[in-house]
């Protein structure tokens, strides 16, 4: 995998490239875009909004509520994915691992179909919590 070197300055990556994809050179930095359930909106880095909103349509056409997303945010630990939009939590994550809403029986699946890492799949599970694979 190829890796641009980005200053990251306090967990903060530098916001340098404005272009709307950004991949691969500075897949951390560029333009944001929305994603919407039908719950509520939230933003992510522009050339990951076809992932996670094709992920949420799949899930939510299957029948089950994504809730409202939580992408885009400062508010979480250093290096987390989350600060520069390569991260959503969904079906309402209310704590690490903890979920309100039950994720569908093949999040799984469907994440990997749309390019997404699962939080469910890790040793120390994140389940709710989905990512980009690239980028830190
Ligand atoms: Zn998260």
Redesign the pocket.
Known sequence: MRRSLIAVVAGFCLIADTSADARPNGAMSGSYAWIHTKQGSSRVIAWARPRFQGFINEVERSGYRVGAPGCLSSG?MQH?K?HWGG?C?LFV?VARNRTRLRLPPNHMAIALRYGLIDGCMWRNP?CG?FEVPVGG
């Open positions: 979480h987390s989350h991260a939590d994550q994140d919590h």
